[in-house]
């Protein structure tokens, strides 16, 4: 395994521990409102000081770009890690088991290794550039769906643009009356392990920071799938405007995003 997964690995597993000891039980932890609808306890910042913490022993030099801390370390390092503590707190906060821990490495702005993992199942998503990607050390693939008919979209609402929610619900029934169901599941990164192994068929969200997406991504690529913009462009780094699947899947659901909810998405 290549060093620097491994070491992120262990991390994850740590504040993992943590996670799945104190799920739900909101009298053990602080809840706070970052923004409206928008939640952080002391455990999603426990957990990146615990991942810091063990990055920084074997990498002293190396720059952390976290959710809740901002940037730590050597902002001038070649190798960036990019940290979600726990991508679905209101799921964590609500005792609902569907959360993770999201990890990246970018050297010179690339992804190299990444591990998504979800304390509640044990599963442990990882992917290296060039190698592949694994659940619990299996190799996974994207599903091999090529039609909406049938498929199983996951989602989100835009709760954190409203501005932005009637456009999305166009496409949200556009969506439903061609595909079999939709999952709104709570956790970008975890949606995006779900497509890189199949369970899921595509999914796409609005608005996304990179701490969301930054694993997930890699995962995915590494399992065959492909992650675009809402206009098939790679710009969704910048925007967070994600839709993913195998590159027919893409296809299929930006064909379903008509120009004018786009537009006022994409505004
Ligand atoms: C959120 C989750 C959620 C997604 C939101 C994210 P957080 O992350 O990934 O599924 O819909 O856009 O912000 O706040 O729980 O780390
Ligand atoms: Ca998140
Ligand atoms: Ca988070």
Same mark, same amino acid.
């Given at each position: ?42 455990? /999603? ?28 370390? =050597? ?15 209101? =799921? ?73 929610? =009637? ?33 899921? /068929? ?43 699947? =195998? ?21």
């Amino acid at each position: 395994m290549h060093p620097m997964l491994n070491i992120a690995v262990r991390a994850a597993r740590s504040a993992g521990n943590l996670i799945a000891r104190t799920i739900g039980q909101s009298e053990n932890f602080e809840v706070a409102q970052k923004n409206k609808d928008d939640l952080v306890t002391s455990i /999603d910042k426990q957990c990146e000081k615990m991942i810091a913490e063990t990055l920084f022993k074997s990498y002293r030099d190396h720059c952390i770009l976290t959710e809740e801390s901002g940037v730590l370390g =050597n902002p001038d390092s070649e190798y960036q890690w990019v940290i979600d503590p726990i991508d679905g707190t209101t =799921n964590f906060v609500k005792g609902i088991g569907h959360c993770a821990i999201s990890m990246a490495l970018r050297h010179n702005g690339k992804t190299e290794v990444a591990v998504v993992f979800d304390p509640m199942m044990d599963e442990m998503f990882t992917a290296a550039r060039g190698e592949g990607a694994f659940l619990n050390g299996r190799r996974i693939r994207v599903s091999s769906a090529d039609s909406l008919d049938g498929s199983i979209i996951g989602t989100a609402f835009p709760t954190r643009h409203r501005d932005r929610m =009637n456009a999305y619900l166009e496409i949200f029934t556009r969506l439903i009356n061609n595909c079999a169901d939709i999952r709104r599941m709570g956790s970008a990164s975890l949606d995006l392990c779900y497509v890189a192994c199949g369970r899921l /068929d595509g999914y796409l969200e609005q608005g996304l920071k990179e701490w969301d997406f930054a694993a997930g991504e890699l995962i995915l690529r590494e399992a065959g799938g492909l992650a675009t913009d809402f206009l098939g462009e790679p710009n969704y780094v910048k925007s967070g405007n994600i839709v993913s699947g =195998n590159p027919t899947m893409v296809r299929n659901l930006i064909k379903l995003c008509d120009p004018q909810s786009l537009d006022a998405i994409l505004r």
